[in-house]
C-alpha cells in the first residue's frame, strides 16, 4: 500500500470535533467479555457520528491482527461494520497501528478505505500542531521489545510467517496473544514519574527540535495530561480495558474524557511539567 506522507492539514467546522481513541484491544481477555466492549465501542462510534469531523484510532483496536492476501481473523464484524458505515457517510478515519495490530496491511484501505499508519505522524488541525503516534518501541529503554519488534516488522520474517496456514498462523498467534499481561483480567498501570515514563521524555525530545500544541499517544493505558514548559501538551488516551477514555478536540481545546460504564474512580492524571 503507498502510504500518505502525512495527514492532511485540515480545520474544524463549528459545532465539529475531532475524536482520538485507542487501545480497545478486541479479543483480550475472552470473546465474550470482548463482545461487550465491541458493543460499547460501535455505541460510542454512534454517538460521536453526530458532531465528529475526524477519527483517529491509535493503535491496539485488536488484542492480535495478522492479515494474509486472502485471509484476516474472523470476528470483529460489528466495529468494522460501523467503521465502513461511516468512512460510507464520508467521516475522515485514520489508523494508527500499535503493537498488537502492527500486521495491518492494505485491508482497512482497501475495504473501507481508511489509510494506516506504522509510524508517527504530524498535522495541524485549526491552526494547531499535533504529533500522533501509538508509541510503542518510542523513546529511551524497553530494549528487550524494540528487539523484539525489529523481528515482527523484517520483511523476510513476516513473508515466512505468510506461509503459514491460517488457520495454524492465527491459532499461533491468538495463544501469544493470551499470554499478555492484560489476558487475564485489568491491570491497572501506575505513573512512574517524569523521569521514567518514556513517552513523556520521547515527547521532550521531540519538542527540543520542533514545536507542537499536543502531542498524542496511546500504548500507556493510562489517561495522562501533562503540560511542558512550552505550553505544549502530551496526553495519552488510555484505554477500553479499565477506563474507556478518548480524547476530543473542540477546534479550540482537547480534554480527556471516559465513556459510560467507564471506572466512575477514573482520574485523569493532569500535570504541568517544570512548575
Request: proline share 5%; aromatic share 16%; glycine share 8%.
Amino acid at each position: 500500500m503507498n502510504q500518505p506522507a502525512t495527514i492532511p492539514h485540515f480545520d474544524v467546522p463549528e459545532g465539529k470535533k475531532v475524536y482520538f481513541i485507542s487501545d480497545v484491544h478486541l479479543g483480550t481477555p475472552d470473546a465474550n467479555s470482548s463482545r461487550v466492549r465491541e458493543t460499547l465501542l460501535v455505541d460510542w462510534l454512534t454517538e460521536i457520528s453526530i458532531d465528529a469531523a475526524a477519527l483517529f484510532i491509535v493503535g491496539d483496536l485488536f488484542d492480535f491482527w495478522y492479515e494474509y492476501r486472502k485471509a484476516v481473523p474472523k470476528g470483529y464484524v460489528r466495529v468494522l461494520g460501523k467503521l465502513a458505515e461511516l468512512r460510507d457517510k464520508e467521516l475522515p478515519i485514520y489508523f494508527f497501528t500499535g503493537n498488537h495490530d502492527q500486521w495491518m496491511w492494505d485491508y482497512m484501505q482497501h475495504e473501507l478505505g481508511i489509510p494506516v499508519f506504522k509510524k508517527e505522524q504530524q498535522t495541524i488541525i485549526n491552526g494547531k500542531k499535533f504529533f500522533i503516534a501509538h508509541g510503542d518501541g518510542l523513546g529511551p529503554g524497553d530494549h528487550g521489545y524494540k528487539f523484539i519488534k525489529k523481528i515482527f516488522t523484517n520483511p523476510f520474517f513476516q513473508w515466512c510467517f505468510r506461509w503459514v496456514h491460517p488457520d495454524v498462523g492465527i491459532t499461533i498467534a491468538e495463544f501469544w496473544s493470551r499470554r499478555s499481561r492484560y489476558a487475564n483480567g485489568p491491570v491497572l498501570e501506575h505513573y512512574l514519574g517524569d523521569d521514567k515514563e518514556w513517552l513523556v521524555q520521547f515527547s521532550q525530545s521531540v519538542l527540543q527540535k520542533e514545536h507542537f500544541d499536543y502531542l498524542i499517544f496511546g500504548h500507556r493505558h493510562l489517561a495522562l495530561d501533562i503540560t511542558f514548559p512550552s505550553g505544549s501538551r502530551y496526553l495519552n488516551l488510555g484505554d477500553w480495558l479499565n477506563y474507556y477514555t478518548y480524547a476530543v478536540f473542540d477546534g479550540q481545546d482537547i480534554q480527556l474524557l471516559s465513556y459510560r460504564d467507564a471506572d466512575p474512580s477514573l482520574d485523569v492524571l493532569v500535570r504541568k511539567l517544570g512548575s
